[in-house]
């Protein structure tokens, strides 16, 4: 019978599947989490990061996927996670397992630390795109996290982190009627 050739087999390079590197300090992990899933669920393998699924290791072939999947998590985290959770497993599964305990232990103390990251968080010499897509990430983690950030709640946060040169505009937006959401500010009303 002649061998079976599995995705994992020939996929070598997943960075144009899973873009994004995952890192402490990007907030991006559910995003990481979501592509990973995505990835794995396009190649029909989705069972090697179930907890609970049963692990057949005295099949070839699914050994052989499973270090790809290991291989693929190594090449998508940053040296900091890499080090971190590489001894903390051996198996895909527990690879996702330590990188789940990783993001989301001591949920109330990350939620605080987000809160005070959220609010801390100002524009400075970044560009508006790139400020409002900090401010996006640090509400999606938190959305992740259970505690979710309103809309009117991160425009406002926004506003005061906004660099001075974007002054005029910020004081017409709590004004406007109906209030925009967060996309809509972010996408043109600072212009």
């Not at 079976?4 to 890192?23: C, M």
């Not at 609970?52 to 090449?75: E, G």
């Amino acid at each position: 019978m002649p061998p079976v050739i599995s995705f994992a087999d020939t996929i070598s390079d997943i960075s144009p599947y899973i873009p994004i590197t995952l890192d402490l300090n990007s907030h991006n992990y559910y995003h990481w989490r979501h592509l990973f899933e995505v990835h794995l669920g396009r190649c029909n393998l989705r069972s090697h990061v179930n907890a609970t699924a049963v692990l057949p290791s005295h099949d070839p072939q699914w050994v052989k996927d499973d270090l790809a999947i290991i291989q693929w998590i190594y090449m998508r985290v940053s040296t900091e996670i890499f080090n971190l959770v590489f001894r903390d497993a051996a198996t895909a599964a527990g690879f996702s397992a330590a990188l789940q305990q990783l993001f989301q232990d001591n949920v109330d103390a990350r939620t605080n630390l987000l809160h005070t990251e959220l609010r801390n968080t100002v524009q400075g010499d970044s560009s508006l795109s790139v400020y409002c897509q900090r401010l996006r990430s640090i509400a999606d983690e938190l959305h992740e996290l259970g505690d979710p950030v309103e809309d009117r709640q991160l425009i406002n946060i926004l506003l005061i982190g906004l660099s001075e040169k974007f002054d005029k505009q910020a004081s017409f937006i709590p004004m406007m009627r109906p209030q925009p959401t967060f996309a809509e500010v972010r996408d043109g009303v600072l212009d």
